[in-house]
T-cell receptor, first 114, second 117 residues
Framework: KAGVTQTPRYLIKTRGQQVTLSCSPI?????VSWYQQTPGQGLQFLFE???????NKGNFPGRFSGRQFSNSRSEMNVSTLELGDSALYLC?????????????FGEGSRLTVL | AQKVTQAQTEISVVEKEDVTLDCVYE???????LFWYKQPPSGELVFLIR??????QNEISGRYSWNFQKSTSSFNFTITASQVVDSAVYFC??????????????FGKGTLLTVNP
């Protein structure tokens, strides 16, 4: 069974640009959540989607957005990039909503903003 | 608000030593879930254990064991006879069951464990 797949794995952008990250959950998983990991702030929750609906959002500015498609694949977008957006962005999936299932993480997309 | 504290930023041990990683949490909910994850250099977070607030039984899985004490709001993780392959960053996390909080995990800052041969 394939795991959570995130693309791209690495990318470099400059300030002011925008970026889109993609996440393909484990087949059959309907819940996808995103986390940002930085050395200073650690792992922080961005948002969670279930059946194309955002159910919870973390404390991030509106420049961070996401969506989920009917096949459960998810994308997150960061507009007007800032240096502080440099981070490892982790996607996680589980079979259903809530905490009834184990959360599986991908290897992340490492974003560097210059 | 929920909070997880891992006071140990880094721990270094020699192979075969036992090591305990501390985790202290704060929550106002009576129903919550606690987790431990391992993050190897590849970046992927690997699930180790989930425990709900009503189950204070300690758990052992091979060389891993967990001690959950609600009285001290702690959920500590012990590796017995550590091995070099145990070297990683370990995260403790908390999720509250109420409202919309059960869709997110609040993580501690992590403990970098280095096991030297």
């Amino acid at each position: 069974k394939a795991g959570v797949t995130q693309t791209p794995r690495y990318l470099i952008k400059t300030r002011g640009q925008q970026v889109t990250l993609s996440c393909s959950p484990i087949s059959g998983h309907r819940s996808v959540s995103w986390y940002q990991q930085t050395p200073g702030q650690g792992l922080q929750f961005l948002f969670e989607y279930f059946s194309e609906t955002q159910r919870n959002k973390g404390n991030f500015p509106g420049r961070f957005s996401g969506r989920q498609f009917s096949n459960s694949r998810s994308e997150m977008n960061v507009s007007t990039l800032e240096l502080g957006d440099s981070a490892l962005y982790l996607c996680a999936s589980r079979a259903q909503g809530g905490l009834t299932g184990e959360l599986f993480f991908g290897e992340g997309s490492r974003l560097t903003v210059l | 608000a929920q909070k997880v504290t891992q006071a140990q930023t880094e721990i270094s041990v020699v192979e075969k030593e036992d090591v305990t990683l501390d985790c202290v949490y704060e929550t106002r909910d009576t129903t919550y879930y606690l987790f431990w994850y391992k993050q190897p250099p590849s970046g992927e977070l690997v699930f180790l254990i989930r425990r709900n607030s009503f189950d204070e039984q300690n758990e052992i899985s091979g060389r891993y064991s967990w001690n959950f004490q609600k009285s001290t709001s702690s959920f500590n993780f012990t590796i017995t006879a550590s091995q070099v392959v145990d070297s990683a960053v370990y995260f403790c996390a908390l999720s509250e069951a109420g409202g919309g909080s059960n869709y997110k995990l609040t993580f501690g800052k992590g403990t970098l464990l280095t096991v030297n041969p």
